[in-house]
């Protein structure tokens, strides 16, 4: 038995989901991943389609065809769906090292197969490149170039935030994410995808209603959301043990992110490592609402 995936409306509201750890409410659209048993069965974990990832190529869910209960979903959903699909499945950025004039391999070659986001510039692309880089990432192509490069602009800035993190070593991305009150748990994947999701939209708040748990948010798609989605709060612990909320959302708001000044620009790194090894922690541009002087951070070299 291999790893199967099905999509159904939530018949009750008993099942958590596997992401975001919030009760998945009765008639919400989630995604089932059944796995082999120990026995000759399968196991089927639920989530949000917002908090599914679709698989790497080659690890099951080639297409849409294999999403099994598909045809008992509403249209409206099935758009939803057909849009997570393509979300999940854009192309990893490809890293430009000529240095030179954008090649059209760096634009891209028909299929998405080679599209470096980070390097690209909106503005002076034409309308069919325009196109094909939305289409890559599952975006809507049909507008006038204006609106298509405003529709680009947030992809290209995510795709640039998300190169600079990655180069950062896990002591790093972790330290980020104890100077902004986050989770600091999990893989490079997933503590670079936290970085980049506070710095583009503002750190994830503690809970209005508890005021012990860090709020977790999923997003319906990658792009278009402004940093708004279902806010849930995952609970906290206390003296008396583990403390569960049940607090619920769509929006929330979220203080700056702070960073240190080293991170966009590894140029610095060498004056930092000169100094004392204590850097200013930079608000985000987006969200620098505080006239408060920057807390400050010790982080610690790539090599440590």
């Given at each position: ?18 992401g975001c750890k919030a ?77 030179g004039k954008k090649r059209?391999?760096?634009?891209g070659d028909g299929d ?193």
């Open positions: 038995m291999e790893t199967s995936y099905c999509v159904e409306y939530s018949k009750s509201n008993r099942a958590t989901c596997k009760k998945i409410d009765k008639d919400v659209l989630r995604i089932g991943i059944s796995v082999p048993g120990p026995g000759d069965y399968l196991m089927t974990s639920w989530r949000h389609l917002e908090c599914t990832k679709r698989p790497k190529p080659g690890k099951g869910l080639e297409s849409l065809d294999e999403l099994h209960g598909l045809a008992g979903i509403g249209k409206d959903d099935v758009a939803k769906i057909e849009m997570w699909f393509q979300q999940s499945a854009a192309p990893a950025v490809a890293a430009n090292k000529s240095g059209k391999a760096d634009i998405g197969t080679c599209m470096n986001y980070a390097i690209l510039e909106p503005k002076k692309m034409k309308v069919g490149e325009l196109k094909e880089a939305l289409a890559a990432v599952g975006l809507p192509t049909t507008a006038k170039k204006g609106e298509l490069v405003v529709a680009l602009l947030p992809v290209v800035e995510r795709a640039k935030v998300e190169e600079a993190y990655s180069k950062l070593s896990n002591d790093k991305l972790k330290a980020m994410l104890e100077l902004n009150g986050q989770k600091k748990s999990g893989n490079k994947e997933e503590l670079v995808e936290r970085c980049v999701d506070g710095r583009l939209f503002g750190a994830l708040p503690r809970c209005p209603d508890c005021g012990g748990g860090v709020l977790r948010v999923a997003y319906a798609q990658k792009y278009g959301h402004s940093g708004q989605g279902r806010f849930t709060c995952p609970g906290h612990y206390e003296d008396e043990g583990w403390i569960t909320c049940g607090f619920k959302s769509m929006d929330a708001e979220r203080p700056p992110w702070k960073e240190p000044s080293d991170v966009h620009d590894q140029k610095k790194k060498s004056q930092n490592a000169g100094g004392s090894g204590t850097v200013a922690a930079n608000t985000s541009p987006a969200s620098s609402a505080t006239s408060a002087p920057p807390p400050t951070a010790r982080l610690p070299d790539d090599d440590e």
